[in-house]
């Protein structure tokens, strides 16, 4: 960040960057599946029982496999984390015109479920420390902008109702969960945790996704493990999970032959068929973890000796999954940035800077924000490396 | 309908039904699928290249297929036909506010995908030849409370624009389209036809789903085909096209590592996974269509002798894929209609009612309708009995 240290020398940084991926064939993705397990024995029970679609005993056996992992008492499956994120929001009570805060770096699917419930996502600031939500600057800003009016907080600069807060474990590191908690308490927010990219990682102990009153995982094909498209919903509340599920199946009331609904529920409950993959998926999770740390701290030791840059590693007392592994630069330079992209490219690496700031989107522009000055220093400065666990 | 007509002899149908039913292994659900193709090598394939998400060969594979099959110019696969509905009303300019003409008799998705847009539905009622949309009636509807003002048909009543008209082709049987398209026509009014129940029902020689502006399939685990869950869009628009593949797939713009995306979008987009069970599904349909024609007739034939009831079958001019067999009461009696669903479950033969009326449901009661007197009556009168091709 500061003039004073030392330009990015990119051909030492593609160097340390070719050695540590030299047995990997080329082109190398940025994040690729693993099949190595019982994949195709579970794709072929769906097929032979006949049981594919939106019920199953893999649907069953995967939503208590990932509540058992993670330390969940409930964990419900959706079509996908963006789904999730969606049904997530309406339990937690959001509603039309309410803001939502998440932070500006992020995927967009964060800030469109907040849309979908027709409220306006309110953007955040991040922490280098750990590439999420700021909870000192949000307290600060809360302090700011705020008014609790009979367990209401309002903000005052738009007079419209604060309804959530949703911190988001950028590439599998936990955000500051613990003052995060504590502010959101003072002004009676419900914590919504974006886990999308963070199955695996814990703070302190306790699996993300865990800590707030609901959290969202994501079994896209680019995740540590994967359903072909999916995602999850977790929860230790027996209500909210029944909510969570009657919401996610068309909010049709229990009957052996009639259909009624009594609310506008959705169709986002996870097929049989991907949850097979699931299952045989999440018995290679622990190898997964393993390798994609083996390949971090290789990332890591080769990159040590590199000037300009260094490699991001998880904060103290968390344990990151190590979804995408990041390295930092230390000057706001998109140009030395998109240099390394480009030469990384070349060698047919496929690299990426971080998501372009939600406020920078046509359709996020003008939506609150707090300044977002270290949000726009990682963008500049990001660049996201290959991380696959069989790398 | 009338009183004079004989009483419903519960026992006399359900020997008739038994009787075609006598083979099949008990208990008989409504609808299940069949995998008797090349399902497993395509699964097989997914695991063996990796590509089980939202992008692969069997994602565009299947998209051509189902265009030739329905001889659509496009189609675009999503998670499910919920999704393709709420997409389709999106790209169709349906807005928040707006309302949408849909039947009254229908699943919920219809209703709620309207919802979904933050617009309104309006019922229409039904006619007892087709079980589909009443073109007379909606001609008839609209002359009487719409005025058409630059180009925009305004609710009288409600002062809010009609956005759309989605006509849904019940169980397999095509609504009557021409009449139809020509009322939309003078009203300006582009159809979306809800087609999740009637691939391979055609209306005077052309696939349902593509007489309208956009159609939509359903390929969930109880249609015709499966892909244990998933949609698809057709139309014959190359600008719709592209502008529904761009909303399905988060709204990105194309770039080799930049993420930037230009409008809200969403997460809707077929894993290639389930395409691979289509393209393998799709390889029997022809097949499936031809064993639930000869089911219908072996129906129709046996409940050919019944009084107080008949089989529905297809009107002059179309063919119907037959998806979901329907019986008729002559008389609006609900006592009997769950008499005999009763005595047809106690003999493990699943049958349904018909679903209840969108009106009926707490979240779409007071919603502008039409005269819904023969959607009542069908709802009173119908009976679904057991579809699957393999009967």
Known sequence: MSAAREPLDVAAIVAAIDEVLAAATRPIALHEPRFGGRELDYLGECIRTGWVSSAGAFVDRFEEEIARFTGARHAVLTVNGTAALHVALLAAGVSRDDEVIIPALTFVATANAVQ?????????????????????????????????????????????????????????????????????????????????????????????GTLGRLGVLSFNGNKVVTTGGGGALLTDDPNLARSLRHLTTTAKLPHAWEFRHDEVGYNYRMPNLNAALGCAQLEQLPAFLEAKRALAARYAQALSRITGARFFVEAPGVTSNYWLNALLLDREDTGARDALIEALHKERIHVRPAWTPMPLLPMYRGCPAMDLRTTKSLHARLVNLPSSPHL
């Open 116 to 208: 979908y419930c027709g409220a306006i996502p309110h953007f955040a600031d991040s922490e280098e420390r750990t590439l999420g939500l700021d909870p000192s600057k949000l307290a600060e800003h809360l302090a700011q902008i705020s008014d609790v009016h009979d367990g209401r907080c309002i903000n005052r600069q738009t007079g419209r109702r604060i309804a959530a807060v949703v911190p988001m474990h950028t590439f599998g590191h936990p955000v500051d969960m613990a003052p995060l908690l504590d502010t959101c308490r003072t002004y009676g927010l419900p914590v919504i945790e974006d886990a999308a990219e963070s199955l695996g990682s814990h703070y302190h102990g306790r699996h993300t």
